[in-house]
């Protein structure tokens, strides 16, 4: 079946946004991005981006100079403050060719930007979108004053959108009371510049390095370290604590990071993140659609935000190849994607008891169990399923199709 090319408006360049926007232009679809700011900039720490983001990136084009900026990770792994391996998951072990890529936020945003740009994406910058409202037919939006019509309108404002409620569907954000200082330091020899790894201390403190790839100022190598704090100790962290003390418990926790915690001089160094739960029934109603951070923003423990958002994009393109009314092109999107979104936001959030929460318990508990999860078979490829971000619900993965092509797409 053919179906009619669409006049399209996006809302927000980030990770969705940019790759929907390459998509659906190249299926020819017109297509106009509002970025609120008027020079994107290439800011964030380390993503990590996982087989299912990356197979999205190849099917666009864009994996060859994705891989040459960023760090091959081989594993994901986590120790306790004994140093015993509590977390182990080879990439290698799901599939002998898989693994994921650490990267610079900004050198991902600054790929998929300049590439939108090149192809010809109608990119409006420094125009914060305001208010939506409905027409007889399509949607309009104002920004800045000034309206636009569209056929359709994507959502992709990132997890604090201020554009979702214009959704008519239920729906929650609220703020996680755990959060994470971060830096991106330069790398040093010890840190092994393959594997994500953490170092956990019951369930206070939860201690990250990620090989970064090439940092897009300086063009060296870098790391992104983070260290978890809850977000009500905050002021506390930037007013009281004496950053040697602070830099000392932390080399004497993990070896590691001594080398890494000496580059930092100052308290403002480290930058505050903080994240969002977002829980939607569901993600679209009329002819807005709602994807990534936006409909589903979560805390950052299974490293899945830029992997679903780039899932997300290139399923709703799918959708609306397949379907001429984009009502059910939306709709459709919603359903498809319903399962494997609930099934990582709910293991984000329980996961994230076991690794930053005031249950002191749940971390021996984790220290034990996930050892022994790791050796069945099963519960371990489900964790490595889910690592992948190929888990399609709490039983299986996404559609069999799906999980075929993506595991291999990467297999070259
Ligand atoms: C500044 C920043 C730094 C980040 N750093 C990290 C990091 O270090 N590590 C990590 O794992 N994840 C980070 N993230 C989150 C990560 O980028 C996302 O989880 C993932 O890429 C999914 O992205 P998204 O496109 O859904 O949302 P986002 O990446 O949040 O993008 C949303 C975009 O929408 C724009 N926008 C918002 N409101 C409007 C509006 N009303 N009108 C027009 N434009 C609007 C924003 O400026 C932004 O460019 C960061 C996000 C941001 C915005």
């Excluded at 399209?8 to 940019?18: E, K, N, P, V, Y």
């Excluded at 190249?26 to 290439?42: C, D, K, S, Y």
């Excluded at 993503?47 to 994901?76: E, F, N, T």
């Amino acid at each position: 079946m053919s179906v009619s090319r669409k006049n399209i408006a996006i809302i927000g360049s980030g990770t969705a946004g940019l790759a929907s926007a390459i998509q659906l232009h190249n299926n020819r679809h017109q297509v106009t991005l509002f970025e609120r700011f008027e020079e994107p900039q290439a800011i964030g720490a380390g993503i990590l981006l996982q087989p299912s983001g990356l197979y999205v990136l190849k099917s666009i084009g864009l994996l060859d100079q994705i891989r040459s900026v960023g760090s091959q990770i081989d594993a994901v792994r986590g120790f306790n403050q004994y140093g015993k391996t509590v977390m182990d998951l080879w990439y290698r072990d799901f599939k002998r060719y898989l693994y994921g890529v650490g990267i610079h936020r900004g050198q991902l945003f600054q790929i998929l930007f300049n590439h939108a740009k090149e192809i010809g994406v109608n990119i409006v910058l420094g125009v914060e979108v305001e208010e939506l409202s409905q027409l007889s037919k399509g949607h309009e939006l104002i920004a800045n004053g000034q309206k636009y019509s569209f056929d359709a309108i994507i959502l992709s404002d990132g997890a604090r959108s201020k554009t979702r409620r214009f959704l008519r569907v239920k729906q929650q954000a609220f703020e996680y009371p755990w959060g994470a200082l971060w830096k991106i330091v330069e790398k040093r020899p010890e840190v092994n510049m393959h594997e994500l790894q953490h170092c956990f201390y019951k369930t206070k403190k939860l201690v990250g390095v990620l090989p970064t790839g090439i940092h897009p100022q300086s063009g060296e190598q870098c790391v992104s370290f983070y260290d978890g704090i809850e977000m009500n100790q905050l002021d506390k962290w930037y007013s009281q604590t004496d950053l040697t003390n602070w830099q000392n418990s932390l080399a004497k926790l993990w070896p590691v990071t001594k080398n890494l915690v000496t580059q930092i001089n100052s308290h403002e160094d480290m930058i505050a993140a903080s994240y969002v739960n977002v829980s939607m029934k569901r993600w679209n109603d009329r002819n807005l659609v709602c994807i990534g951070d936006a409909a589903h923003g979560t805390n950052p423990q299974l490293g899945q935000g830029a992997n679903l958002a780039l899932f997300d994009s290139w399923e709703l393109v799918h959708q609306l190849e397949l379907h001429d009314s984009i009502e059910t092109a939306f709709d459709e999107y919603s359903k498809i994607r319903m399962s494997s979104l609930k099934y990582y936001q709910y293991t984000s959030r329980f996961l994230t008891l076991f690794f930053q929460s005031n249950y002191s318990l749940l971390g021996t508990l984790r220290d034990t169990g996930l050892p022994m999860a790791q050796n069945v078979k099963f519960t371990y490829r489900e964790l490595l399923a889910t690592i992948c971000g190929v888990k399609g619900g709490w039983i299986g993965r996404l559609p069999a199709d799906k999980t075929r092509e993506v595991l291999r797409g990467l297999k070259d």
